[in-house]
């Protein structure tokens, strides 16, 4: 379980001092634990589960690339090496991530089993790779590739 890999991982941040792993794996568990309680009102009393805590972890990855992008910008070089190694301890906890090949391998998969003709059939083909990858696949990028191969 994602919860147990991550406070456990907070422990080892702790025991070798290593202040970048401790601030970043403190704020993911801030996060699930909004997400928890956000989560309550709709029934959901023992937390989120490993899919949505990926699907968490993938929009915080996200936004420290935007992050980066600004700050490179912006001639803040620091702070881009910071959200950067940020992004490599969230990911330490995400599964591999997929390469351009199977990308589009999963999106023809998802294309052929949705029966998706055209580009009003996109969200059809997003949900179920979103159902089949979460956590392993850039949804921005594969946006762009379904729209590419329905023709768009």
Known sequence: MLRTELTDAMK???????ERALSTVRMVL????????????????TGIGDD????????????RRESIALYQQGNRPELAQQESEEIAVIERFLPKQMDEA???????????????KDIKDM?????????????????AAAGAAVKGMLGG
């Open 123 to 139: 969200g059809k083909v997003m949900g179920e790779l979103k159902k089949a990858y979460t956590g392993q696949m850039d949804f």
């Open 52 to 63: 949505e805590i990926r699907a968490l972890l993938q929009g915080m990855i996200k936004q």
């Open 12 to 18: 080892d941040a702790l025991r070798n001092k290593n």
């Open 102 to 116: 199977e990308t589009k391998a999963a999106i023809a998969q998802a294309i052929a089993a949705t029966g998706a």
């Open 30 to 45: 801030a996060k699930i634990k909004d997400a928890d309680i956000a989560a309550r009102p709709k029934g959901n009393t």
